[in-house]
């Protein structure tokens, strides 16, 4: 049973475009939500990560927006970078339960 | 330095046969895990130790065993190794209470024929 689900697996986006990857949720449980890029041959690495009392988190080019009432978030990447190309997961964590979650990721692509 | 690193980086062996992934890191983390990352990406917690005591145990078939010497180490043991164990093993570790901030290791891409 996947708890956190994303979409969509794979994306393409023109340099300069926006990149946006969702993910729902089911457990009302859950209260922490980050987001991991991970490039490759390399680990997962925390990108940005938001709590489910505000609605929104901006660092940089990336910016986290919250629905808690829809169960759903997104990542979306202004001005997206061939740089920026890799796997993206969006994950969830019950502190009580203390697992970290993952979604199944998002393999972006932009392109030069 | 690197904060999370394991050893091999690559690692090819024939079935039925025993093999250990080793991880340690340097940042003073009291808990540590390991992942198996499957070919479609998806990320799979096996195991998680907080200071040398197993807290989290997902199904994973027995043949795997975690072993830490150590608050800085946690291997990975698996025996008789079988095709489906073919995978990326990741190690990660993160401060007690933290569990949300983990630190990952590079990977070590198991490949069973």
């Known amino acids: 049973q996947q708890q956190v689900k994303q979409s969509p697996q794979s994306l393409i986006v023109q340099k300069g475009g926006i990149s946006i990857i969702n993910c729902a949720y089911e457990?009302?449980?859950?209260?922490?939500f980050p987001w991991y890029q991970q490039f490759p041959g390399k680990g997962p690495a925390l990108l940005i990560a938001i709590r489910p009392d505000v609605s929104e988190k901006k660092e940089g080019r990336f910016t986290i927006s919250f629905n808690k009432s829809a169960k759903q978030f997104s990542l979306h990447i202004m001005d997206s970078q061939p740089g920026d190309s890799a796997t993206y997961f969006c994950?969830?964590?019950?502190?009580?339960?203390?697992?970290?979650?993952f979604g199944g990721g998002t393999r972006l692509m932009v392109k030069p | 330095d690197t904060a999370v690193s394991q050893t091999p980086k690559y690692l090819v062996t024939q079935m039925g046969n025993d093999k250990s992934i080793k991880c340690e890191q340097n940042?003073?983390?009291?808990?540590m895990y390991w992942y198996k990352q499957d070919s479609k990406k998806f990320l799979k917690i096996m195991f998680s130790?907080?200071?040398?005591?197993?807290?989290i145990n997902e199904t994973v078939p027995n043949r795997f065993s975690p072993k830490s010497p150590d608050k800085a180490h946690l291997n990975l043991h698996i025996n008789s190794l079988e095709l489906g164990d073919s995978a990326v093993y990741f190690c990660?570790?993160?401060?007690?209470?933290?569990?949300?901030?983990?630190?990952f290791g590079s990977g070590t891409q198991l490949s069973v024929l």
């Open positions: 940042l003073g983390h009291d808990t």
């Open positions: 130790y907080n200071n040398k005591e197993l807290i």
């Open positions: 457990n009302t449980a859950f209260d922490y």
């Open positions: 990660a570790s993160s401060h007690q209470g933290l569990n949300e901030k983990l630190f």
């Open positions: 994950a969830a964590i019950e502190h009580a339960g203390n697992m970290l979650t």
